[in-house]
């Protein structure tokens, strides 16, 4: 099964050659890194792409901060809006028009058998300069349970319908979503395998819930706003998403966020400049306390130099205060401190007697009966009144 899904792409040098034509294929819809409104025809005030952000798999191969201790190396008021289970063309076309409004690009993860249904819809998503990614063959919820041999033919069947509905099958980007975000280690490890890179979701919208399109809206950019940047996960099949995906857009550029358009890293493109703490979900601060002690190397004290043991003089002695306050303090050692010390008036030492204590005087008959007789007599408290018996009176 897997030689037949692979068979257009051959070995992963072949894989990296193929995205290469993609990107050169669809380059124009691409963008540059200085992309922005300004560049979207007949949209003056269109929110624009602001950057494309180029990745390598093989060395980030998992991102998203809900699943995943790296994320993609995004700066504040960053977005990269990302849509599932498509194409369905009702929904899925008009999604597509709202984004070529606002000249936005986006990243699609496809399902199989929805681009064996609509093969036109996948080209669409390449044709407008979207990335299109995978989301398997047929979208069981239930990879966290797969084995191996079941999760084979759903991610190589998902790959090969999407890239036979495309013109051109190296426009297939090799990025890869797990329905639900229901990971398994033996869909990761598969995903691996291949070269894909796993993404999940900096943060939702719950569009995939019976919810209003304002609902969608409002969990969007709340949830943003709480991160400040990060990837949106939202779906291209749902009425409300339709509903809400122009006032996010709208929001978004009224806040000052800007899109970014992940692609491909390819041997002639390589990837952004990053730095690897870029891409921690939890990047280290220096307010932050270091978790661990830092290793003591160890120290051969057979082997090290000894020296005798210090003595008072090695430390010099202290000068007599000066005569005024504003003269100079003379500079360590100071040679009087021998002199003062010896010089110091000495207090005699304690006699034994101070701290003896007379023992106490043995109790008697006679002094047990004075005791008895002098302790005052305690009077038994006065019984409380009932109200029982008040009554009864």
Same mark, same amino acid.
């Given at each position: ?10 070995s ?7 995205l290469l ?17 300004a ?21 980030h ?6 699943q995943?201790k790296?994320?993609l190396?995004l700066?504040?008021h ?10 369905v063309p ?11 409004d ?11 058998r ?10 669409k998503l390449?044709?407008a300069?979207?990335?299109?990614g995978?989301h398997?063959?047929?979208h ?10 079941q ?31 229901l990971?398994g ?21 719950d569009d995939w819930r ?26 291209d ?8 995906l ?7 550029k009224a806040k ?14 390589p990837?952004?400049?990053t730095?690897?703490?870029d ?22 004290? +057979? !082997?090290?130099? %000894?020296?005798? @043991? ?11 205060? *000066? &005569?005024? #306050?504003?003269?100079p ?8 401190l ?8 000495a207090l005699?030492?304690p ?6 204590w007379?023992? +106490? !005087?043995?109790? %008697?008959?006679? @002094? ?11 009077? *038994? &408290?006065? #019984? ?10």
């Amino acid at each position: 099964m897997r030689d037949r899904a692979w068979a257009w792409v051959g070995s992963t040098s072949s894989w990296v050659a193929l995205l290469l034509g993609a990107l050169t294929a669809v380059g124009s819809g691409l963008g540059s890194p200085g992309a922005a409104a300004a560049e979207c025809p007949g949209h003056p005030n269109a929110l624009g792409t602001s950057r494309v952000l180029v990745v390598d798999p093989q060395e980030h191969p998992r991102i998203g901060a809900m699943q995943y201790k790296e994320t993609l190396p995004l700066r504040d008021h960053e977005v990269v809006l990302t849509f599932d289970d498509g194409p369905v063309p009702k929904y899925s076309n008009q999604v597509l028009q709202i984004l070529a409004d606002e000249c936005v690009k986006a990243t699609f993860f496809t399902i199989g058998r929805q681009a064996k249904a609509d093969p036109e819809g996948v080209r669409k998503l390449a044709a407008a300069g979207h990335t299109v990614g995978t989301h398997s063959q047929n979208h069981p919820l239930s990879f966290n349970r797969m084995t191996l041999d079941q999760v084979k033919p759903e991610v190589d069947q998902g790959i090969a319908s999407t890239a036979a509905a495309l013109s051109d099958p190296s426009a297939l980007s090799p990025f890869f979503r797990v329905p639900g975000l229901l990971r398994g280690e033996a869909v990761e490890n598969y995903a691996g395998t291949l070269g894909l890179q796993m993404w999940s979701a900096d943060f939702l919208a719950d569009d995939w819930r019976s919810i209003s399109g304002t609902k969608v809206y409002e969990l969007a950019i709340k949830r943003l706003e709480a991160r400040g940047k990060g990837i949106l996960l939202l779906h291209d099949i749902h009425a409300r998403t339709v509903d809400a995906l122009p006032k996010i857009l709208t929001e978004l550029k009224a806040k000052g966020y800007r899109i970014v358009h992940v692609v491909a890293a390819t041997p002639d493109r390589p990837a952004t400049p990053t730095e690897p703490d870029d891409w921690l979900v939890h990047r280290p601060s220096d307010e932050t306390p270091v978790a661990k002690w830092p290793a003591i190397a160890p120290v051969d004290l +057979a !082997a090290a130099d %000894t020296r005798a @043991r210090a003595t008072l003089d090695d430390f010099g002695v202290l000068d007599p205060l *000066p &005569a005024s #306050r504003a003269a100079p303090k003379p500079a360590w050692p100071r040679p009087a401190l021998r002199l003062q010390t010896a010089t110091a008036p000495a207090l005699p030492a304690p006699s034994a007697d101070l701290f003896a204590w007379p023992p +106490a !005087a043995p109790l %008697t008959a006679q @002094r047990r009966q004075v005791a008895r007789v002098e302790r005052p007599a305690v009077k *038994p &408290a006065p #019984r409380p009144v009932r109200m029982a018996s008040l009554k009864r009176r």
